[in-house]
T-cell receptor, first 115, second 114 residues
Framework: GENVEQHPSTLSVQEGDSAVIKCTYS??????FPWYKQELGKGPQLIID?????GEKKDQRIAVTLNKTAKHFSLHITETQPEDSAVYFC??????????????FGTGTRLQVFP | DAGVTQSPTHLIKTRGQQVTLRCSPK?????VSWYQQALGQGPQFIFQ???????QRGNFPDRFSGHQFPNYSSELNVNALLLGDSALYLC?????????????FGPGTRLTVL
């Protein structure tokens, strides 16, 4: 069945360091890969997404890379700040003919940034 | 521009009872998806509504049902509640137009079943 694996489950970094979270998906038809940040007591917030027609996308301190051949995608956060501390989820879905497909989520990574 | 809203914020029920959760999509969105997030896990897809019909369904029993209204808002109903139904229930909205299926989540409804 469709599955997304996410590693690591926890990640602790010093403020200013970089953080990398990796995901692997099983369905080769997946073509849309969003990343969500979830703070305690809140719903997931979209922080960046990438589609299968590009290999990398950046937005200020956040970047996502995609390797379709290996079915891997990664989130990179540079110059981490304490406010980056949260649980991060990767997800995968298929967009076909105008239909919004269900998101298959990874198990989450708890990122802690220490001052 | 209001984002996705959900009500109530918290809910406590006992086993066997029934519950209704509500969601209003982001302005301009026409599709609503519901997810269940157990503590410490990623969200799991329950079902999706578009044009007032259930278009996709995940691996959830028939005790979980839903509805979408003409104004695109949606309800999630759960009958015969079990202890295992305790979770954060998330609503996400999106727009079936163009080349995007970005889903935006609401804050969720925390359901506790005693």
């Amino acid at each position: 069945g469709e599955n997304v694996e996410q590693h690591p489950s926890t990640l602790s970094v010093q403020e200013g360091d970089s953080a990398v979270i990796k995901c692997t998906y099983s369905d080769s038809a997946s073509n849309y890969f969003p990343w969500y940040k979830q703070e305690l007591g809140k719903g997931p917030q979209l922080i960046i997404d990438i589609r299968s027609n590009v290999g990398e996308k950046k937005d200020q301190r956040i970047a996502v890379t995609l390797n379709k051949t290996a079915k891997h995608f990664s989130l990179h956060i540079t110059e981490t700040q304490p406010e980056d501390s949260a649980v991060y989820f990767c997800a995968a879905s298929k967009w076909l003919d105008g239909n919004t497909d269900k998101l298959i989520f990874g198990t989450g990574t708890r990122l802690q940034v220490f001052p | 521009d209001a984002g996705v809203t959900q009500s109530p914020t918290h809910l406590i029920k006992t086993r066997g009872q029934q519950v209704t959760l509500r969601c209003s999509p982001k302005s301009g969105h026409d599709t609503v998806s519901w997810y269940q997030q157990a503590l410490g896990q990623g969200p799991q897809f329950i079902f999706q509504y578009y044009e007032e019909e259930e278009r996709q369904r995940g691996n959830f029993p028939d005790r979980f049902s839903g509805h979408q209204f003409p104004n695109y808002s949606s309800e999630l109903n759960v009958n015969a509640l079990l202890l295992g139904d305790s979770a954060l229930y998330l609503c996400a909205s999106s727009l079936v137009a163009g080349e995007t299926d970005t889903q935006y989540f609401g804050p969720g409804t925390r359901l506790t079943v005693l």
